[in-house]
Every structure is written in C-alpha cells, then in structure tokens.
C-alpha cells in the first residue's frame, strides 16, 4: 500500500471555492484511478469524484454534480496528483475529505463508487464551510 497525500482544505464560507489536492509519491503506473470520499459526523463514508485514467473519466456523486470537478493536475508530471475543484460550497459539504487510489488496474464502473474498491487511502484533510 502507498500513502496518498492530501492538502488544501480548510475553513470557508459558504459559496466559496476551495481546491484539495491528492499526490501519489512513488506511483508510476499509468492505469489509475483516484477517487475522493468525505465523511461528516455522524454519517457514513461518501462517494464524491473518481477520475479514471484508462478512459480519462470523471464520475460524481450527486450531490456535489455540476458544483465539483474531479481532473488530474498534468502539471506535477513527477508526482501522480488529481485536484478535486470545489464551488459552490454548502455547509452540509463540511466532512473529512479523504483521498484513494487504485493502482495498476482500472475498475469496473459499477464499482467506482466503492470504498472497497481502493487499496491505498490518504490520512484525510477537514474541509468546513460555514453559514
């Protein structure tokens, strides 16, 4: 297992934007998935954004469509890294942000959504949004 690396959260406003970032040190497959999750209080692990590399797709959940984009930064070409956009922040979008990784294979799509489906998984980074 690798350890992912999040960054970039924070506290803001509601109606803000904020831009988390996942890196993969030491990751040099080219078939990859990264997915982000989030977990609030009290409430059970969500399914966010995945971005596949095999097909260069983005998946999302639906309660963050059309307000987060899920993209890899192509940029940092040292270090497999995605960003996940956020916009349009709400407070109920307040929760542990985690990052995972699934390496060397691509997944199935019906299996995307799953936690499970990721073996490697970053420590988390808070993300608050107040009103």
């Known amino acids: 297992q690798v350890q992912l690396i999040e960054s970039g959260g924070g506290l803001v406003q509601a109606g803000s934007s904020l831009r988390l970032s996942c890196a993969a040190p030491?990751?040099?497959?080219?078939?990859?998935?990264v997915a982000w999750f989030r977990q609030a209080p009290g409430k059970e692990r969500e399914f966010v954004a995945a971005?596949?590399?095999?097909?260069?797709?983005?998946?999302?959940?639906d309660s963050v469509k059309g307000r987060f984009t899920i993209s890899r930064d192509k940029a940092k070409n040292t270090v497999y890294t995605v960003d996940l956009q956020m916009t349009s922040l709400k407070p109920e979008d307040t929760a542990i942000y985690y990052c995972?990784?699934?390496?060397?294979?691509?997944?199935?799509?019906?299996?995307?959504?799953?936690?499970?489906?990721?073996?490697?998984w970053g420590q988390g980074t808070q993300v608050t949004v107040s009103s």
């Open positions: 995972a990784g699934k390496f060397g294979s691509s997944p199935i799509v019906s299996s995307i959504a799953m936690a499970r489906t990721y073996s490697d």
């Open positions: 030491g990751r040099t497959s080219n078939t990859v998935t």
């Open positions: 971005f596949r590399s095999s097909t260069n797709s983005q998946y999302y959940g």
